[in-house]
């Protein structure tokens, strides 16, 4: 039957020619990521590669919480407990860190990944559109310099401890990684040179960011950024001028909300919120209320509020009317991180007032207003009687119950020299170790001093 | 030749469908003791003569004999010869044996079949009947102890839940390790498709009772024509074909019931309120408090009355500690009536299991069939964790011309898995051992206490989640091929072929408002539905010809290509409107919505050529080109050949005459293989999309890599296979070389770069090692039947380079100590040395494995410990190999006694050599750290100076020697009794009246006992949310194994 050796013959053949056609089918592409030449190649891409960055900047372990958080933990201080079951934040809390806790790598890691999203953004600005390449830069900077500005708190010696221009803090990349050969091993650089980095993003950022723009930087935040990084290095005339600037950026843009209570848990941003971590249902995390908020609201419930931070408190303060008892476990916990879904303050224009009169009260200026108007400006809102002639210790004093449990304590706490927990404002316990994971993949780091 | 022979003379015989019936004079039936069935096709000679004769479709057969002296030699396949003097009797039936004499066995290679004896490959061959009746979910697991070199361990004691599979080593850090899977020659999907952390496992879709053999591809020679995906082994499940002859219909049923291997004793009551409290008054006495009622002599000891000191109620570590006992005990008062519930033991359920087999087979000499089904339901031993299958089978061959054959193979099956969270959630059924021992499970109206709505405890526990959750992945699953042979000429046979393996899964979940998940969203529900489609298409032929008396050649040749798309979406919804109302449509809100399509191809040629001289030489070459969508444009393409040899001397003259030797083959073989089990798009430059405040971003995913290649192994085997007394002891002995290059690895980059690695070709290892098998017929009576086997398999795995001069991967995290580095095997345990507790203070120490200067050594900070140098300072511990977490040794002993209508057959299965790190002792094994239940060993803890324990002094919240170190790393070795099974077949005398062919009723007991030293549950243990190539050996409140003993019936007729 000769049919019957056709069908034999055919499949053969057939099989051949599908083989064949099938040489084309080994060019596949992922149909959810875009290859790298197609992402760089227009301006539009660029600006998502910008949105990118913020999104990297709001993760988990950078400023979705933890870089808040950590900053709480460091700088704890007999204020709060943390009796959760991760050992990485207990490391923290108990200034015990090893140099393999990943918390701490991971902070390390994606303060970098946000720097080289920036720096692939500012390597390609010639093709964004010519009248968004200002902000778009001023955009980059912004990010670049609040990366390089939370990673030198964290990993070098404080700025207040001198020695600036020996101290090491962490490596400076401004060039992009678009390629294999294009990964660097870099060395340390000085906390001198780290800050003045942060101070030249921020400033450049400051000139090319618009007053308003959305959700995302604008100048006041990076006045705001800037009054902070001059504070930690004890300018006290940068600071005020900065945060006078961010005032007056400020002017028809942003303001006080008038109910303390209501800065916080905001799905969207409120009236006072200069930046804040964009977190919806869909998107984005609030590690802060991950770890502060009782279990009856979703949070872990990990951290307690002591009585000794309880009772700095003025009767009357709203502030403290905001801490609640976990109807689970009794404990006292902060009302600022409740909601899951809330946004996480990153600058509230309160910070600003408080910035202000510290730095003129140390002075013994009134640039933009005086000391005492500018924290009664805060106390009245906080249900409180206003102060005459506030001291520098009051307005400290001011400070800290203002943005307790927001993440700027143990930067604050290091810059006025204050022991924490028993140990000396620049012990090693209150730095950062460099990741070991970090040190094993680049040879040029060393360790700060204390680790191994 | 005389197989040649054989299978020519049956060829002939079935095609013609003429018996050589002569004359007359004895006649009879020849059946197969397995199944009673009728053996098509069995060789009859009469002894000293060249006549003879084979048996017909039903076993049938007729010969003349020339005298009653005559003895007529039965010979068959795969059954032990039988020898029967003719006498004066004219009918004789006979029942074969199946043999143990491997030998003569035909074994599934790729592409084709060879015999045994004339393999040149290693080919580890697991029968069916050997797994039938298993109680296990899954295949692999049934096969546990039964192949040498072949190493499986399941994560935990979850049902249907993903399994690691060694052959022969791990030969890769950052690819997949597991073996390649085809069935019925189509490659198929075997990797995890969970959505959680906790993997699951497509094989487990498979109705193993359908498995004919699985052959275990060991040996480059035998891999190597799978090319680039051979480096871990294939394989190769071959489902059962029908026989020609009357119908046989099997039924079988079976029942049993699953309990934990093994039990943990945690703290009662008492003991808790005793070690929490002192914990609690340790750290009062260190801060000063008390100081007038503490006993110098017992500082632990804590006075009666003391409630009443001043310092008690001055915030007062103890009085925090009472009111936690308060807030832990609900409504009872932990002074006069505590609870003290056994939560241990509210972890596990009463398991039942149960199966229901049915099979036919049967056909004409021209179409055979087999079809099956089968329903399954086992329950895990944890709370809430089932297993159910629904499975069905046809595979039907039909001879459409005398030279053309049509081969189709359908196999559907749902399996039904309610699972429970992974081992690192609050809502695992085992993390209730972490539960007070104070805290009742329900209030007195009867609800629930949790950590939230009903509080009496701080971790969320799985009881709520039990009864207020749905977590159900329901999988559907067909399995087809269809090919086409054609015989042109004698010895060519053409095949066409085409097959898909069709896998549709939906992970459903759903947490109401009460539980952990649900209760801040009001309800929150997800629903994943994956469907994966995997084809190939092949033409290939193959070509036998004797040559002449001396030459025998086997050419095997093709080409094929196989895709694999993976489409899947997710959607995630809350705020549901009542509890009653649990699927998506009812979430107010939809939270996250995903989809995606992923995609790879090969395109392969291969080519092997078997030859063989004078029946005693033998040679073997192959080769393949693989070229893969997942490998960079610069090295698509990839050649893996092989080349192997045997010698059969106990063919040779010399050997011929020794008695003792029945068979003694050498052989060996080198050839190379790969391995491409990486992600799909691996090797292109990546930027992914990402979302900020509502708005579309892109972010860097990952850098291009051009010239990313296949991961290649080199392997040189040799090996002996040998057969003495007949066979009646035989056995294989091999030694080998697994050299892997270009190792696939995720080479770490410096984060500054904004990238954490990049995966590139670089880094070596190797796996050697020796293999032994074993087996012997001890007893072979008519009426009595005993065998023994061994199989034993030594391993050395070591990794001989990374990154240049890179020692180790530098694994971060500090619950692990798994590691790479260099000179040690893959995921060794690296980190602190535990030094035990300092007498004087109660201390943790740990082995400084440092120089220290004499002058250093002041007793605090470093102090001689058993003449070493220790210290309390975690951090000043230099790190040091502790351990590894994979057995080098592992074997299986198997015996089987079949006396008259009894069957016995006990399997030990049993691995030496690795460690366990118990990642959980961090928390349930830490002097009193948290409010966690304490093993009850941590009540040797240190109390008073010069107390000599291993436990440090009790400090609430403070660590004391609960770091990741080798104080939680334990011995691993194991020894278990895997399997045993007792049956009784009636006798068919008795049956045959009323057409049955057997009933068998048995008792199978799967993992009755376990000898280890293992303090924790289960030796064979390594935590689902953390298992990797390099996360090994790590127990985190992982199930133990399920101890199950099912009773079953088995009807045929």
Same mark, same amino acid.
């Given at each position: 039957?000769?049919?019957?050796?056709?069908?034999?013959?055919?499949?053969?053949?057939?099989?051949?020619?599908?083989?064949?056609?099938?040489?084309?089918?080994?060019?596949?592409?992922?149909?959810?990521?875009?290859?790298?030449?197609?992402?760089?190649?227009?301006?539009?891409?660029?600006?998502? @590669?910008?949105?990118?960055?913020?999104?990297?900047?709001?993760? =988990? !372990?950078?400023?979705?919480?933890?870089?808040?958080?950590?900053? *709480?933990?460091?700088?704890?201080?007999?204020?709060?407990?943390?009796?959760?079951?991760?050992?990485?934040?207990?490391?923290?809390?108990?200034?015990?860190?090893?140099?393999?806790?990943?918390?701490?790598?991971?902070?390390? $890691?994606?303060?970098?990944?946000?720097?080289?999203?920036?720096?692939?953004?500012?390597?390609?600005?010639?093709?964004?559109?010519?009248?968004?390449?200002?902000?778009?830069?001023?955009?980059?900077?912004?990010?670049?310099?609040?990366?390089?500005?939370?990673?030198?708190?964290?990993? =070098?010696?404080?700025?207040?401890?001198?020695?600036?221009? +020996?101290?090491?803090?962490?490596?400076?990349?401004?060039?992009?990684?678009?390629?294999?050969?294009?990964?660097?091993?870099?060395?340390?650089?000085?906390?001198?040179?780290?800050?003045?980095?942060?101070?030249?993003?921020?400033?450049?950022?400051?000139?090319?960011?618009?007053?308003?723009?959305?959700?995302?930087?604008?100048?006041?935040?990076?006045?705001?950024?800037?009054?902070?990084?001059?504070?930690?290095?004890?300018?006290?005339?940068?600071?005020?001028?900065?945060?006078?600037?961010?005032?007056?950026?400020?002017?028809?843009?942003?303001?006080?909300?008038?109910?303390?209570?209501?800065?916080?848990?905001?799905?969207?941003?409120? &009236?006072?919120?200069?930046?804040?971590?964009?977190?919806?249902?869909?998107?984005?995390?609030?590690?802060?209320?991950?770890?502060?908020?009782?279990?009856?609201?979703?949070?872990?419930?990990?951290?307690?509020?002591?009585?000794?931070?309880?009772?700095?408190?003025?009767?009357?303060?709203?502030?403290?009317?905001?801490?609640?008892?976990?109807?689970?476990?009794?404990?006292?916990?902060?009302?600022?991180?409740?909601?899951?879904?809330?946004?996480?303050?990153?600058?509230?224009?309160?910070?600003?007032?408080?910035?202000?009169?510290?730095?003129?009260? %140390?002075?013994?200026?009134?640039?933009?207003? &005086?000391?005492?108007?500018?924290?009664?400006?805060?106390?009245?809102?906080?249900?409180?009687?206003?102060?005459?002639?506030?001291?520098?210790?009051?307005?400290? %004093?001011? %400070?800290?119950?203002?943005?307790?449990?927001?993440?700027?304590?143990?930067?604050?706490?290091?810059?006025?020299?204050?022991?924490? !927990?028993?140990? *000396?404002?620049?012990?090693?316990?209150?730095?950062?170790?460099?990741?070991?994971?970090?040190?094993?993949?680049?040879?040029?780091?060393?360790?700060?001093?204390?680790?191994? | 030749?005389?197989?040649?022979?054989?299978?020519?003379?049956?060829?002939?015989?079935?095609?013609?469908?003429?018996?050589?019936?002569?004359?007359?004079?004895?006649?009879?039936?020849?059946?197969?003791?397995?199944?009673?069935?009728?053996?098509?096709?069995?060789?009859?000679?009469?002894?000293?003569?060249?006549?003879?004769?084979?048996?017909?479709?039903?076993?049938?057969?007729?010969?003349?004999?020339?005298?009653?002296?005559?003895?007529?030699?039965?010979?068959?396949?795969?059954?032990?010869?039988?020898?029967?003097?003719?006498?004066?009797?004219?009918?004789? #039936?006979?029942?074969?044996?199946?043999?143990?004499?491997? /030998?003569?066995?035909?074994?599934?290679?790729?592409?084709?079949?060879?015999?045994?004896?004339?393999?040149? =490959?290693?080919?580890?061959?697991?029968?069916?009947?050997?797994?039938?009746?298993?109680?296990?979910?899954?295949?692999?697991?049934?096969?546990?102890?039964?192949?040498?070199?072949?190493?499986?361990?399941?994560?935990?004691?979850?049902?249907?839940?993903?399994?690691?599979?060694?052959?022969?080593?791990?030969?890769?850090?950052?690819?997949?390790?597991?073996?390649?899977?085809?069935?019925?020659?189509?490659?198929?999907?075997?990797?995890?498709?969970?959505?959680?952390?906790?993997?699951?496992?497509?094989?487990?879709?498979?109705?193993?009772?359908?498995?004919?053999?699985?052959? @275990?591809?060991?040996?480059?020679?035998?891999?190597?024509?799978?090319?680039?995906?051979?480096?871990?082994?294939?394989?190769?499940?071959?489902?059962?074909?029908?026989?020609?002859?009357?119908?046989?219909?099997? @039924?079988?049923?079976?029942?049993?019931?699953?309990?934990?291997?093994?039990?943990?004793?945690?703290?009662?009551?008492?003991?808790?309120?005793?070690?929490?409290?002192?914990?609690?008054?340790?750290?009062?006495?260190?801060?000063?408090?008390?100081?007038?009622?503490?006993?110098?002599?017992?500082?632990?000891?804590?006075?009666?009355?003391?409630?009443?000191?001043?310092?008690?109620?001055?915030?007062?570590?103890?009085?925090?500690?009472?009111?936690?006992?308060?807030?832990?005990?609900?409504?009872?008062?932990?002074?006069?009536?505590?609870?003290?519930?056994?939560?241990?033991?509210?972890?596990?359920? !009463?398991?039942?299991?149960?199966?229901?087999?049915?099979?036919?087979?049967?056909?004409?000499?021209?179409?055979?069939?087999?079809?099956?089904?089968?329903?399954?339901?086992?329950?895990?031993?944890?709370?809430?964790?089932?297993?159910?299958?629904?499975?069905?089978?046809?595979?039907?061959?039909?001879?459409?011309?005398?030279?053309?054959?049509?081969?189709?193979?359908?196999?559907?099956?749902?399996?039904?898995?309610?699972?429970?969270?992974?081992?690192?959630?609050?809502?695992?059924?085992?993390?209730?051992?972490?539960?007070?021992?104070?805290?009742?499970?329900?209030?007195?109206?009867?609800?629930?206490?949790?950590?939230?709505?009903?509080?009496?405890?701080?971790?969320?526990?799985?009881?709520?989640?039990?009864?207020?959750?749905?977590?159900?992945?329901?999988?559907?699953?067909?399995?087809?091929?269809?090919?086409?042979?054609?015989?042109?000429?004698?010895?060519?046979?053409?095949?066409?072929?085409?097959?898909?393996?069709?896998?549709?899964?939906?992970?459903?979940?759903?947490?109401?408002?009460?539980?952990?998940?649900?209760?801040?969203?009001?309800?929150?529900?997800?629903?994943?539905?994956?469907?994966?489609?995997? $084809?190939?298409?092949?033409?290939?032929?193959?070509?036998?010809?004797?040559?002449?008396?001396?030459?025998?050649?086997?050419?095997?040749?093709?080409?094929?290509?196989?895709?694999?798309?993976?489409?899947?979406?997710?959607?995630?919804?809350?705020?549901?409107?009542?509890? *009653?109302?649990?699927?998506?449509?009812?979430?107010?809100?939809?939270?996250?919505?995903?989809?995606?399509?992923? *995609?790879?191809?090969?395109?392969?040629?291969?080519?092997?050529?078997?030859?063989?001289?004078?029946?005693?030489?033998?040679?073997?070459?192959?080769?393949?080109?693989?070229?893969?969508?997942?490998?960079?444009?610069?090295?698509?393409?990839?050649?893996?050949?092989?080349?192997?040899?045997?010698?059969?001397?106990?063919?040779?003259?010399?050997?011929?005459?020794?008695?003792?030797?029945?068979?003694?083959?050498?052989?060996? &073989?080198?050839?190379?293989?790969?391995?491409?089990?990486?992600?799909?798009?691996?090797?292109?430059?990546?930027?992914?999309?990402?979302?900020?405040?509502?708005?579309?971003?892109?972010?860097?995913?990952?850098?291009?890599?051009?010239?990313?290649?296949?991961?290649?192994?080199?392997?040189?085997?040799?090996?002996?296979?040998?057969?003495?007394?007949?066979?009646?002891?035989?056995?294989?002995?091999?030694?080998?070389?697994?050299?892997?290059?270009?190792?696939?690895?995720?080479?770490?980059?410096?984060?500054? &770069?904004?990238?954490?690695? @990049?995966?590139?070709?670089?880094?070596?290892?190797?796996?050697?090692?020796?293999?032994?098998?074993?087996?012997?017929?001890?007893?072979?009576?008519?009426?009595?039947?005993?065998?023994?086997?061994?199989?034993?398999?030594?391993?050395?795995?070591?990794?001989?380079?990374?990154?240049?001069?890179?020692?180790?991967?530098?694994?971060?995290?500090?619950?692990?100590?798994?590691?790479?580095?260099?000179?040690?095997?893959?995921?060794?345990?690296?980190?602190?040395?535990?030094?035990?507790?300092?007498?004087?203070?109660?201390?943790?120490?740990?082995?400084?494995?440092?120089?220290?200067?004499?002058?250093?050594?002041?007793?605090?900070?470093?102090?001689?410990?058993?003449?070493?140098?220790?210290?309390?300072?975690?951090?000043?511990?230099?790190?040091?190999?502790?351990?590894?977490?994979?057995?080098?040794?592992?074997?299986?002993? #198997?015996?089987?006694?079949?006396?008259?209508?009894?069957?016995?057959?006990?399997?030990?299965?049993?691995?030496?050599?690795?460690?366990?790190?118990?990642?959980?002792?961090?928390?349930?094994?830490?002097?009193?750290?948290?409010?966690?239940?304490?093993?009850?060993?941590?009540?040797?803890?240190?109390?008073?100076?010069?107390?000599?324990?291993?436990?440090?002094?009790?400090?609430?919240?403070?660590?004391?020697?609960?770091?990741?170190?080798?104080?939680?790393?334990?011995? =691993?070795?194991?020894?278990?009794?895997?399997?045993?099974?007792?049956?009784?077949? /009636?006798?068919?005398?008795? /049956?045959?009246?009323?057409?049955?062919?057997?009933?068998?009723?048995?008792?199978?007991?799967?993992?009755?006992? +376990?000898? +280890?030293?293992?303090?924790?549950?289960?030796?064979?243990?390594?935590?689902?949310?953390?298992?990797?190539?390099?996360?090994?050996?790590?127990?985190?409140?992982?199930?133990?194994?399920?101890?199950?003993?099912?009773?079953?019936?088995?009807?045929?007729?």
């Amino acid at each position: 039957m000769k049919y019957i050796k056709y069908i034999g013959f055919t499949s053969l053949i057939a099989g051949s020619l599908l083989v064949g056609s099938c040489t084309d089918e080994l060019d596949l592409s992922p149909t959810d990521k875009l290859p790298a030449e197609s992402a760089l190649n227009t301006g539009e891409n660029i600006e998502r @590669i910008l949105l990118g960055a913020y999104d990297a900047l709001s993760d =988990g !372990d950078l400023f979705g919480g933890n870089a808040l958080r950590d900053s *709480e933990l460091l700088g704890s201080d007999g204020d709060l407990q943390f009796s959760g079951t991760y050992g990485e934040p207990a490391e923290v809390w108990r200034k015990e860190l090893v140099t393999s806790n990943s918390d701490v790598a991971e902070r390390w $890691y994606s303060s970098y990944y946000v720097i080289n999203a920036t720096n692939i953004v500012l390597d390609n600005l010639e093709l964004v559109d010519e009248e968004e390449q200002g902000r778009v830069q001023g955009e980059a900077l912004f990010l670049r310099g609040l990366a390089y500005f939370e990673l030198v708190k964290y990993f =070098g010696k404080p700025y207040s401890a001198g020695n600036t221009t +020996t101290n090491l803090a962490v490596p400076i990349i401004t060039e992009p990684t678009y390629e294999f050969g294009d990964i660097t091993y870099p060395e340390r650089q000085t906390v001198e040179a780290v800050y003045a980095r942060v101070l030249e993003d921020l400033q450049q950022a400051e000139d090319l960011l618009p007053t308003s723009n959305g959700v995302y930087a604008n100048k006041t935040a990076a006045a705001a950024i800037l009054s902070r990084a001059y504070l930690q290095m004890l300018n006290y005339e940068g600071a005020r001028d900065a945060a006078n600037r961010g005032l007056a950026y400020a002017q028809g843009v942003f303001s006080l909300v008038p109910v303390y209570e209501n800065a916080f848990n905001n799905t969207t941003n409120s &009236s006072e919120d200069v930046l804040s971590t964009q977190v919806t249902t869909q998107d984005g995390v609030n590690n802060m209320q991950l770890f502060f908020a009782s279990t009856r609201f979703g949070g872990r419930g990990d951290i307690e509020i002591q009585n000794q931070h309880l009772s700095e408190y003025e009767e009357g303060d709203e502030r403290l009317a905001l801490f609640y008892s976990d109807p689970v476990t009794g404990e006292s916990r902060t009302g600022k991180w409740v909601d899951q879904y809330a946004n996480v303050n990153l600058i509230r224009l309160a910070e600003l007032y408080l910035t202000r009169a510290e730095a003129n009260a %140390r002075l013994g200026t009134e640039v933009g207003a &005086s000391p005492a108007d500018d924290v009664n400006l805060i106390r009245e809102r906080a249900g409180l009687d206003p102060i005459d002639n506030p001291t520098v210790d009051d307005i400290v %004093r001011e %400070r800290f119950l203002e943005l307790a449990f927001e993440g700027q304590r143990v930067h604050d706490m290091k810059r006025l020299q204050w022991d924490i !927990d028993g140990f *000396e404002y620049d012990a090693f316990e209150l730095i950062f170790p460099i990741p070991q994971r970090e040190i094993d993949a680049n040879e040029s780091l060393r360790q700060n001093e204390g680790y191994f | 030749m005389r197989k040649a022979l054989l299978c020519s003379v049956l060829l002939l015989h079935l095609i013609t469908g003429i018996g050589w019936a002569q004359s007359r004079n004895v006649s009879g039936k020849v059946i197969s003791n397995e199944d009673n069935t009728g053996l098509p096709g069995v060789n009859i000679r009469i002894q000293g003569t060249t006549s003879g004769t084979v048996t017909d479709l039903d076993g049938n057969y007729t010969i003349e004999v020339p005298s009653a002296e005559s003895v007529l030699q039965f010979s068959f396949v795969g059954f032990v010869d039988e020898e029967v003097t003719v006498g004066n009797r004219s009918v004789i #039936n006979v029942e074969l044996y199946p043999s143990l004499d491997q /030998l003569s066995e035909l074994v599934v290679v790729g592409y084709g079949t060879q015999v045994k004896e004339e393999l040149t =490959g290693n080919i580890a061959r697991v029968g069916g009947d050997q797994i039938q009746n298993v109680p296990v979910p899954s295949v692999e697991q049934a096969i546990q102890g039964r192949a040498a070199g072949v190493f499986v361990n399941s994560l935990n004691g979850k049902v249907g839940q993903g399994i690691n599979i060694r052959i022969r080593g791990a030969s890769s850090i950052n690819a997949s390790n597991d073996p390649l899977y085809v069935i019925d020659g189509i490659p198929v999907t075997s990797e995890n498709q969970s959505n959680t952390a906790a993997p699951t496992n497509p094989l487990a879709d498979l109705n193993f009772n359908d498995i004919e053999s699985m052959e @275990i591809l060991k040996d480059a020679s035998a891999a190597a024509i799978y090319g680039s995906r051979a480096s871990n082994g294939v394989v190769i499940i071959t489902t059962k074909k029908g026989k020609a002859g009357a119908t046989s219909f099997n @039924i079988n049923y079976q029942y049993g019931v699953s309990r934990p291997t093994n039990h943990r004793e945690f703290l009662n009551a008492s003991q808790y309120i005793e070690l929490l409290q002192e914990a609690a008054w340790n750290n009062d006495v260190a801060d000063g408090y008390f100081a007038d009622v503490v006993d110098p002599e017992n500082p632990a000891l804590i006075p009666a009355g003391i409630e009443d000191h001043p310092d008690y109620a001055a915030d007062s570590w103890l009085q925090y500690i009472h009111g936690t006992f308060d807030f832990l005990s609900g409504d009872r008062d932990w002074r006069t009536n505590p609870a003290n519930t056994n939560w241990e033991e509210l972890a596990f359920q !009463d398991a039942r299991t149960q199966e229901l087999n049915l099979s036919a087979s049967g056909g004409t000499d021209k179409t055979r069939y087999y079809a099956s089904g089968s329903f399954s339901d086992q329950d895990g031993i944890l709370i809430g964790n089932n297993f159910k299958r629904i499975s069905g089978r046809l595979n039907l061959n039909h001879e459409l011309k005398s030279n053309l054959d049509f081969n189709a193979n359908v196999g559907i099956s749902r399996t039904l898995n309610a699972r429970v969270s992974d081992d690192n959630e609050f809502a695992t059924p085992l993390q209730l051992v972490a539960q007070s021992p104070l805290s009742p499970v329900r209030d007195p109206e009867g609800n629930l206490y949790d950590d939230a709505l009903n509080p009496s405890m701080f971790y969320y526990p799985a009881t709520v989640e039990l009864e207020n959750s749905r977590f159900e992945t329901s999988v559907w699953r067909n399995l087809a091929n269809t090919s086409l042979v054609y015989e042109p000429v004698d010895g060519l046979r053409i095949t066409g072929e085409y097959g898909f393996d069709l896998l549709t899964q939906n992970e459903d979940r759903y947490q109401n408002a009460n539980t952990q998940g649900g209760r801040s969203t009001a309800g929150w529900g997800s629903s994943r539905w994956l469907r994966i489609f995997n $084809y190939t298409t092949r033409a290939y032929a193959n070509y036998v010809k004797p040559l002449g008396e001396v030459h025998d050649i086997d050419l095997t040749g093709g080409v094929e290509f196989q895709k694999s798309q993976i489409d899947q979406t997710y959607v995630a919804g809350q705020n549901f409107p009542s509890t *009653e109302l649990t699927r998506l449509v009812s979430a107010a809100e939809i939270t996250d919505a995903e989809g995606d399509l992923s *995609e790879y191809s090969f395109l392969s040629y291969f080519l092997r050529a078997n030859y063989k001289l004078l029946d005693r030489y033998l040679l073997g070459v192959s080769g393949r080109v693989d070229a893969s969508s997942r490998f960079g444009a610069n090295n698509r393409y990839g050649f893996f050949p092989a080349v192997s040899a045997g010698w059969i001397l106990s063919e040779e003259s010399f050997l011929q005459n020794t008695r003792a030797i029945s068979f003694l083959k050498l052989r060996a &073989s080198y050839g190379i293989t790969g391995n491409a089990a990486i992600g799909n798009f691996t090797h292109l430059g990546l930027y992914d999309a990402s979302v900020y405040g509502g708005q579309p971003g892109f972010v860097p995913y990952q850098l291009e890599n051009p010239d990313l290649s296949w991961e290649r192994t080199a392997q040189l085997d040799v090996g002996f296979d040998f057969g003495f007394f007949k066979n009646r002891i035989n056995g294989e002995l091999d030694y080998y070389v697994k050299n892997t290059t270009d190792l696939l690895l995720e080479r770490p980059v410096p984060y500054t &770069s904004g990238y954490r690695t @990049i995966m590139d070709n670089i880094g070596s290892l190797r796996n050697r090692g020796v293999e032994l098998v074993l087996n012997g017929t001890i007893l072979s009576k008519t009426d009595l039947q005993w065998t023994a086997g061994l199989n034993m398999a030594y391993n050395q795995n070591e990794v001989l380079s990374l990154n240049g001069d890179q020692q180790t991967l530098a694994q971060s995290g500090s619950r692990w100590l798994n590691d790479v580095i260099v000179g040690e095997p893959i995921g060794v345990f690296y980190g602190q040395e535990y030094a035990g507790v300092n007498p004087d203070n109660g201390d943790a120490l740990w082995y400084v494995n440092d120089e220290v200067a004499a002058e250093d050594i002041d007793g605090v900070t470093y102090l001689n410990q058993g003449g070493r140098i220790a210290t309390n300072n975690y951090n000043l511990a230099q790190r040091v190999v502790l351990g590894n977490p994979t057995p080098e040794f592992i074997y299986g002993v #198997n015996t089987s006694l079949t006396f008259k209508g009894f069957d016995l057959s006990v399997l030990f299965q049993g691995v030496e050599g690795n460690k366990i790190f118990n990642g959980g002792g961090t928390y349930m094994t830490a002097n009193g750290r948290y409010e966690d239940n304490q093993t009850v060993d941590q009540m040797n803890r240190w109390q008073k100076p010069g107390d000599i324990t291993d436990v440090p002094q009790a400090r609430l919240y403070s660590n004391n020697g609960a770091q990741a170190s080798s104080r939680y790393l334990y011995d =691993g070795s194991y020894l278990r009794l895997k399997n045993l099974t007792l049956g009784y077949s /009636l006798p068919k005398s008795l /049956l045959g009246n009323y057409g049955l062919g057997t009933l068998r009723f048995y008792a199978v007991a799967q993992n009755l006992l +376990t000898f +280890t030293q293992y303090p924790g549950w289960d030796p064979e243990v390594n935590t689902d949310y953390a298992a990797s190539n390099i996360s090994l050996g790590n127990d985190f409140y992982s199930a133990p194994q399920a101890r199950t003993i099912v009773f079953g019936a088995k009807l045929s007729f």
